[in-house]
């Protein structure tokens, strides 16, 4: 019978996967704000606009990477 039990070592991982994650979600949300505030002004930096991007970008891997580290690898 497999237990469902976790080392505290695990746990405390797990929580500061979430709380990095959390952080760059902030982060990625910040950047939506700044990218759009930027567009809307009449003469916008698009090279300005375009590196914002590519971070939020950027900041949607790592996250990804962060969620990954979170879901146990399942063999099938």
Known sequence: MASDWTSPSEDADAERFEAKIFALREEHRALDGAIQALQETAPYD????MRLKRRKLALKDEIAHWEDQLTPDIIA
């Open 46 to 49: 698009q090279i300005g606009i």
